[in-house]
């Protein structure tokens, strides 16, 4: 099968019709002609109106960049095909003002020029004031091998409808915002990178054509156009050569840009649709240290998210724009920094936030954790020390089986953690002063249990020693005197009671509960370490054929949970074995 050929709407007519209506209910300012696929600005200001459009599949454009600051209105074709020159005229002659004259910007594809350009002349013969900028932005393919195709529009697109939207809403004449417009197609230069093509609802592709595992197409077309190369690279080799199209002035098919370092450059990275935010965000950050280590500029502005798709490419794309001198009041950045009432526009910085791009706030002196109040509660500092060392390396000594059970029920990651949390406490025992105050040798442990434990279980041990610190200072002497297992049996009570404040779980439920409830019951009853650890061991071994029905064993357990226990209660358990061998020795 294609890859990412499932979709929760097949019928592309369906899909497409869909998408526009749903626009006018996330921005009432603007209104959907659905016969003529029109999304327009319900009451046109009186000022130059900016129309594009396009093939569908490349949301939000461009339909959603219409409203107040951006586009007056968007005309969109069936997926990945231009609107016919009819659906555009209308546009124009009916759906936008066109008292101050209108621009219609479009990407240089054959079938958009042609129809656009069509309703352009249509519209001067019908005596409206029309002008229209071809934007061509893409270097991904070289002026050889690009031929009479010529460039192409990409993601670039939208710095220059941004740009000549903002400055006809402020007003400026059709030639103004016509020129500027040129300008920053003129100095904007894009490149787009894809692990493979997407797949058009409704239609069938060729398979043969399909990019191997871990090879990336670069410059890839947002139609799934074929770029200039495939080869497997990482992020660091993509980004390099990526930027290497877009920046070098020596690869004499290319040089389309002339921005060197000491311009001031605007970044895009744009998502092709289908990378998560989580990867883009990585992506971005490779891009920013490439262009300040290898090209050393510093972009003044960074836009990363989803503005030009193809459809859920999984691809993104780098534009550079070189800020260049408008000669009019506002300038390239401010007019890109404005705000625009438009659903599809999300970037959200200021002007004023990026004029303090580089300021550092004064950070607040990094204590070592809050002051700890000392307490009476005294241990024999080595053997504390040794005892917890022996149960840390027992509990990391049985990490494979604790890994082995949560990979039969849970989601494999219950030893590590433990692991984790285990050598970190190790490592802070190395460093750290020896105390024989219990609580100071506590809240050492808390500290680092905090941040090097996450997820569900860190939870419950971070919760469950704070209470416990808090438990044995509620039971502290008045004088200085050594800690009993009296002492500890009532902390331990109260701190399972307020465990119980924060999860339901409870023995018998197949968690760590089930070691920790028999150790705290039979410590309380016989003041013996060595009884109560062996409890918890029964306990735990006890939740083998247990059903789990709290936490993500729930939805993960599958077969086997007969066979083994709990990797909670298990790793538990022989922590405090471990406790009680450690003690002896
Ligand atoms: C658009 O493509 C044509 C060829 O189809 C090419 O001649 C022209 O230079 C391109 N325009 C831009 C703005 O890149």
């Known amino acids: 099968m294609f890859p990412a050929a499932k979709h ?18 996330t921005n009432p ?39 107040a600051g951006l586009l007056s209105g968007a005309v969109a074709g069936t997926i990945f095909a231009s609107p016919s020159a009819e659906q555009v005229r209308r546009c124009i002659l009916h759906r936008v003002n066109k008292e101050k004259g209108v621009l219609v910007v479009v990407m240089n594809y054959t079938g958009d020029v042609l129809n656009f350009g069509m309703a352009v002349e249509k519209a001067r013969a019908a005596g409206i004031e029309v002008d229209m900028v ?9 002026r050889a091998k690009g031929g009479k195709v010529g460039r192409r529009g990409i993601a670039g697109t939208v710095l220059v409808q941004k740009i000549a939207g903002a400055l006809a809403a402020k007003g400026a004449s059709l030639k103004d915002v016509t020129r500027i417009a040129q300008l920053v197609a003129d100095n904007t230069v894009s490149i787009g990178s894809s692990l493979s093509h997407v797949h058009v609802p409704g239609r069938r592709e060729p398979e ?9 197409e670069i410059g890839m077309g947002i139609h799934n156009e074929a770029g200039s190369e495939r080869k497997s690279t990482d992020l660091p080799g993509l980004v390099k050569t990526m930027l290497s199209h877009c920046l070098s002035t020596a690869d004499q098919d290319r040089s389309f840009s002339k921005i060197t370092e000491k311009d001031e450059v605007v970044l895009l990275v744009n998502n092709l649709g289908g990378v998560s935010p989580l990867e883009l965000g990585g992506i971005t950050n490779e891009v920013v240290e490439q262009l300040s280590e290898t090209h050393k500029m510093r972009p003044v502005r960074v836009l990363s998210g989803t503005f030009m798709t193809s459809l859920n490419g999984l691809g993104f794309s780098i534009s550079l ?145 704070n209470a416990l610190a808090h438990g044995l200072r509620q039971n502290s002497p008045t004088s200085p005197q050594p800690v009993t297992p009296g002492i500890w049996a009532k902390a331990l009570d109260s701190s399972l009671k307020a465990l119980g404040k924060y999860t339901p779980a409870k023995p018998g439920d ?23 650890a062996r409890a918890a061991q029964e306990g735990a071994q006890g939740t083998k054929g247990m059903k789990a029905s709290l936490g993500r064993t729930v939805y993960v357990g599958g077969e086997g949970f007969q066979e083994v226990p709990d990797p909670g209660a298990h790793g538990l358990a022989e922590l405090l074995l471990g406790l009680s061998d450690g003690m002896k020795k």
């Open 134 to 142: 071809v934007v061509g932005d893409d270097a991904g393919v070289g």
């Open 208 to 216: 043969e054509d399909e990019l191997k595992e871990g090879e990336v």
């Open 321 to 465: 724009l070189r800020v260049a001198d408008t000669g009019l009041g506002s300038s390239m950045l401010e007019l890109l920094d404005a705000p625009a009432e438009a659903s599809g526009w999300s970037a959200a910085i200021s002007s004023g936030t990026w004029a303090k791009q580089g300021e550092v706030k004064k950070q607040e002196e990094q204590t070592d954790g809050e002051e700890i109040q000392p307490s009476n509660l005294r241990v024999e500092p080595a053997l504390a020390k040794s005892t917890l060392v022996t149960a840390l390396n027992r509990l990391i000594s049985v990490e494979p089986d604790v890994t082995k059970y949560d990979t039969i029920v849970g989601d494999g990651d219950c030893g590590i953690g433990l692991k984790r949390g285990a050598e970190s406490i190790l490592k802070m025992l190395e460093t750290a002063k020896d105390t024989d105050d219990l609580l100071i040798f506590l809240n050492h442990i808390i500290q680092v249990v905090e941040v090097s434990m996450d997820g569900t279980s860190g939870a419950i041990y971070a919760i469950f020693l």
């Open 8 to 25: 929760f709407i097949h019928d592309p007519t369906h899909l497409v019709t869909t998408a526009l209506l749903s626009i006018p209910r």
């Open 29 to 67: 300012s603007v209104q959907c002609d659905i016969e003529n696929k029109i999304i327009y600005r319900k009451n046109g200001a009186s000022q130059v109106s900016i129309v594009s459009g396009g093939g569908s599949g490349h949301e939000p454009s461009f339909a959603s960049f219409v409203g």
């Open 510 to 532: 197949r968690t760590l509960m089930d070691a920790l409830y028999p150790f705290v019951e039979t410590l309380s009853k016989t003041e013996s370490i060595d009884e109560a």
